[in-house]
């Protein structure tokens, strides 16, 4: 697997060296005007970290918008796939994320050579791969996918040709009951997702009978059947705020229910259980290493920094326009914040 990330030169400043009186927000806020940086935040992010941000939302429209500003650097708070996909879409900027080791278990879980040997196993197939994935996995792929378009986009597609799904087996699945297509499905999952307990979810329904829920297509189908609305973070988040009823139950990464709260601050939102009922399940451990100390490194040190060969980079964008050209009746969702 190519290695995207370059890290700190030796002798750049680490957290060691940070005065602990030192106002991380106004240095942040300095270092971004004097960089003509942008900063993303996923929803998935603290919510110190999203109020901090000049945009919040989904990731690839994150990078979308990043795209469209003028700036000459992106700081992207979310993990590394993230900052690839920046860097594909803006080859220009220097992207950079908070944290190096911040990856995802979907990632993780579909290494190119095992992915390569999957395609060549069914050579009649297309590669509808989710975003969920490296540089390299993209590149083999015929089109990409996000949980917001993925319907969308699989609906498009001949219906004579059987598609490969990666690397979410509960996302292709839900896409394979919604469409009827013929799929065969990569045995990935996200670890956050896959935690979430219908036994405890049940119990908690009781409990809040008037309570609707809505889950992230990347939950067991076990969850979803007890969903009134199944979506991406983004849709996940209009749902709750255009909807009369006051108290709902979320089965994704509980750090989206921060921009739920402020947009709707009369409305209860309660984080779906894990199997101990009372867990902090939903919070990603990957998401979590980015802080604000570690921000203001990689405003400082230009690094840890997101590098993609040329060669595979375009390789990664054709499955990636692929997409942006088939999805364009799909609004964009990322939204602007407390913009510098």
């Given at each position: 697997?190519?290695?995207?990330?370059?890290?700190?030169?030796?002798?750049?400043?680490?957290?060691?060296?940070?005065?602990?009186?030192?106002?991380?927000?106004?240095?942040?806020?300095?270092?971004?005007?004097?960089?003509?940086?942008?900063?993303?935040?996923?929803?998935?992010?603290?919510?110190?970290?999203?109020d901090?941000a000049?945009?919040?939302g989904?990731?690839?429209?994150?990078?979308?918008?990043?795209?469209?500003?003028?700036?000459d650097?992106?700081?992207?708070?979310?993990?590394?796939?993230?900052?690839?996909?920046?860097?594909?879409?803006?080859?220009?900027?220097?992207?950079?994320?908070?944290?190096?080791?911040?990856?995802?278990?979907?990632?993780?879980?579909?290494?190119?050579?095992?992915?390569?040997?999957?395609?060549?196993?069914?050579?009649?197939?297309?590669?509808?791969t989710?975003?969920?994935?490296?540089?390299?996995?993209?590149?083999?792929?015929?089109?990409?996918?996000?949980?917001?378009?993925a319907?969308?986009?699989?609906r498009?597609?001949?219906?004579?040709?059987?598609?490969?799904?990666?690397?979410?087996?509960?996302?292709?699945?839900?896409?394979?009951?919604?469409?009827?297509?013929?799929?065969?499905?990569?045995?990935?999952?996200?670890i956050?997702?896959?935690?979430?307990?219908?036994?405890e979810?049940?119990?908690?329904?009781?409990?809040?009978?008037?309570?609707?829920?809505?889950?992230?297509?990347?939950?067991?189908?076990?969850?979803?059947?007890?969903?009134d609305?199944?979506?991406?973070?983004?849709?996940?988040?209009?749902?709750?705020?255009?909807?009369?009823?006051?108290?709902?139950?979320?089965?994704?990464?509980?750090?989206?229910?921060?921009?739920?709260?402020?947009?709707?601050?009369?409305?209860?939102?309660?984080?779906?259980?894990?199997?101990?009922?009372?867990?902090?399940?939903s919070?990603?451990?990957?998401m979590?290493?980015?802080?604000?100390?570690?921000?203001?490194?990689?405003?400082?040190?230009?690094?840890?920094?997101?590098?993609?060969?040329?060669?595979?980079?375009?390789?990664?964008?054709?499955?990636?326009?692929?997409?942006?050209?088939?999805?364009?009746?799909?609004?964009?969702?990322?939204?602007?914040?407390?913009?510098?």
């Amino acid at each position: 697997m190519t290695d995207t990330i370059v890290l700190p030169s030796q002798g750049a400043l680490t957290e060691s060296d940070i005065d602990p009186t030192l106002d991380l927000h106004a240095e942040i806020d300095r270092l971004r005007k004097e960089r003509n940086a942008v900063i993303l935040a996923h929803y998935y992010q603290d919510g110190e970290i999203q109020d901090l941000a000049d945009f919040v939302g989904d990731s690839l429209d994150l990078s979308r918008k990043a795209a469209a500003t003028d700036a000459d650097m992106i700081v992207f708070c979310g993990v590394r796939f993230m900052g690839e996909v920046a860097k594909i879409l803006s080859p220009s900027k220097l992207v950079v994320i908070p944290d190096a080791a911040a990856g995802c278990s979907l990632e993780e879980a579909c290494q190119p050579e095992a992915f390569k040997a999957f395609r060549d196993a069914h050579p009649d197939h297309l590669a509808v791969t989710y975003i969920n994935c490296s540089a390299e996995v993209k590149a083999l792929s015929d089109v990409i996918v996000t949980s917001s378009n993925a319907e969308t986009i699989i609906r498009q597609l001949p219906a004579d040709r059987p598609i490969l799904f990666a690397p979410d087996r509960h996302l292709g699945a839900y896409m394979q009951k919604k469409t009827g297509r013929d799929m065969t499905l990569w045995p990935g999952s996200c670890i956050i997702h896959e935690q979430f307990s219908e036994k405890e979810l049940v119990k908690l329904k009781v409990r809040h009978p008037q309570a609707l829920v809505a889950a992230h297509p990347e939950c067991p189908d076990s969850i979803l059947t007890h969903a009134d609305q199944v979506g991406s973070t983004r849709a996940i988040l209009d749902f709750v705020l255009a909807s009369e009823a006051s108290e709902f139950i979320i089965a994704t990464e509980q750090h989206i229910i921060h921009q739920m709260s402020k947009a709707a601050p009369h409305k209860t939102f309660i984080p779906a259980p894990g199997a101990d009922g009372g867990c902090s399940c939903s919070n990603c451990p990957f998401m979590a290493l980015n802080t604000l100390e570690k921000i203001y490194l990689c405003l400082k040190n230009d690094a840890p920094a997101i590098t993609v060969p040329e060669e595979l980079r375009l390789a990664a964008l054709k499955p990636l326009e692929r997409m942006l050209e088939m999805s364009k009746s799909v609004p964009m969702s990322g939204a602007a914040v407390n913009a510098a």
